[in-house]
């Protein structure tokens, strides 16, 4: 299974709109935080590039198929005399579409090191199963003689 299968696609000019917004960012809506998405096994990974974000600030929500995570990175101090301020700061907002063959029920978090990882279990009914076939009595003898 193909690791885009587990994220759903949305409406191409949000798409456009939200890349828009990470790349140049606005006063309201600073620009979005980086991520990686893969599958390794039974679990989907997700990583978001949050340096610098006061983990206290971070919040995770699940709604149906939608996660929803929001960071902020704090002003800077108005008192400094700023040669360079390139990083972007303020309230951080980003939500992932799941495909329905993940297990949002499951989902485990962990941020270290200025990285906030997701780990979300493929759901039971998405991953692959052997089907037993029956056979009658008569066709299953005359196989095995």
């Known amino acids: 299974m193909e690791v885009m299968t ?4 949305t409406d191409p000019f949000r798409d456009l709109d939200r ?9 309201a809506r600073p620009a979005a935080m980086p991520m990686d998405a893969w599958r390794e096994g039974d679990e989907f990974l997700v990583e978001f590039d949050l340096p610098g974000v006061d983990p206290q600030s ?10 929803t995570v929001r ?12 040669v360079a301020a390139e990083r972007p700061r303020g309230l951080f907002r ?3 579409f799941l495909g329905e063959n993940l297990d949002t029920e499951r989902i485990h978090a962990d941020y270290r090191d200025g990285v906030l990882r997701l780990r979300i279990p493929i759901a039971e009914k998405a991953k692959p199963r052997k089907i037993e076939i029956e056979r009658p009595e008569q066709e299953a003898k005359a ?3």
Do not use: I, K
Not at 6 to 9: D, E, G, S, T
Not at 58 to 67: C, G, S
Not at 71 to 82: I, K, Q, V
């Open 143 to 145: 196989l095995t003689s």
């Open 6 to 9: 587990m994220l759903m696609r």
């Open 71 to 82: 960071a902020s990175r704090p002003e800077l101090d108005s008192d400094r005399s700023m």
């Open 58 to 67: 971070l919040d995770l929500d699940v709604e149906r198929n939608v996660v």
């Open 19 to 27: 890349l828009t917004q990470q790349v140049f960012g606005t006063a």
């Open 94 to 96: 980003r939500q992932l």
